[in-house]
């Protein structure tokens, strides 16, 4: 038997279908197509489902169930989508309507901790029951895992890591607080800090490097250290600074077994890891340096998302 994993974005729907070992054996993406009604995107989702399916040359019958990772909220008990933004979700049965098309058991989660539950089966918290991800994207996602099961709190909006506050008052945060994690840490937030320093230095080496402030990314400014750029340097220090004042709170609260992170700038690899291990090493919480928390880069990359939707049925009651 198969397993199906979707994961729900604001810009493609991505379906895989996932074999026992976890290894995704055939995929298909269709758009969102937004704005749209919750109707046609159940469209676009058994659309693309068919098209996995198809590719991977079985039938419905081969599934055992399928899964589901959703940005928004998501009550994982009812299959209903209480709020999502990016959709235009609000109280939607998304698991009732699948389960209609598809005939199948259908589990719906966070879009983060599906990826996060992904992480943990198959992927950087393969070997470890407590574990934390988090990924620096447009925004700074969280996901928990506490003895294998996924942590939301018990309204389902829990591991909102990126909405903890690390500089009171501080910068405006799209939640509508100031100073939150994600203001500071994510990758939109590296590259605002990149496009304000360049501006404030006309002669640093970064407009040779991107050309101008619109091919500003994430590896902009660690392009220029590397280049010797002391502009660059500097909020490439600045950016580690924040993201592991973030990351100890996160080893402080929860000091998991492992704590991963994930996203386009982890590709900077020891550049960006080294210093962070030595910032939660000199500031956390820790009694025993023998029996810490590990710092990892996550595995699965942009599959950890379906891995993990389609094996929500292991956390059913």
């Not at 197509?33 to 098209?51: F, K, Q, S």
């Not at 392009?223 to 580690?240: N, W």
Request: one cysteine or more; proline letters at 2%; a negative charge.
């Amino acid at each position: 038997m198969y397993n199906i994993g979707i994961d729900l974005g604001g810009t493609n729907i991505k379906v895989g279908i996932v074999n026992e070992n976890y290894e995704i054996i055939s995929r298909a993406s269709v758009k969102t197509n937004l704005p749209r009604p919750a109707e046609g995107i159940v469209d676009g989702i058994c659309e693309a489902v068919n098209i996995a399916l198809s590719e991977a040359k079985i039938n419905i019958d081969d599934v055992s169930s399928v899964g589901i990772g959703t940005p928004g909220a998501a009550n994982r008990s009812t299959g209903t989508v209480l709020y999502s933004n990016n959709l235009g979700f609000d109280n939607v049965p998304l698991g009732k309507m699948l389960r209609e098309r598809l005939k199948k058991n259908i589990y719906v989660e966070n879009d983060a901790n599906a990826a996060a539950f992904g992480e943990y089966l198959a992927g950087g918290g393969k070997d470890y029951e407590n574990v934390v991800v988090i990924t620096l994207g447009t925004g700074v996602g969280g996901g928990i895992i506490i003895g294998g099961k996924i942590y939301t709190g018990f309204n389902f909006c829990g591991a909102e890591l990126g909405h903890t506050v690390i500089e009171y008052g501080g910068r405006p945060c799209t939640c509508g607080r100031n100073g939150c994690f994600e203001a500071y840490s994510s990758a939109t937030a590296l590259i605002t800090a990149t496009k304000k320093a360049m501006e404030a230095d006309n002669s640093s080496k970064l407009w040779e490097i991107a050309g101008s402030l619109e091919n500003v990314d994430g590896k902009t400014a660690f392009d220029g250290m590397r280049a010797g750029d002391e502009t660059a340097k500097s909020v490439v220090k600045e950016y580690i600074c924040y993201l592991g004042c973030g990351l100890t709170n996160i080893v402080n609260i929860f000091q998991p077994q492992v704590l991963l992170i994930g996203g386009g700038v982890c590709k900077e690899g020891d550049n960006l890891t080294v210093p962070l291990k030595e910032i939660i090493e000199k500031e956390a919480y820790c009694i025993d340096g023998n029996d810490s928390t590990k710092l990892d880069i996550c595995k699965l990359g942009n599959d950890a998302g379906i891995i993990g939707a389609a094996f929500l049925d292991k956390l059913a009651d």
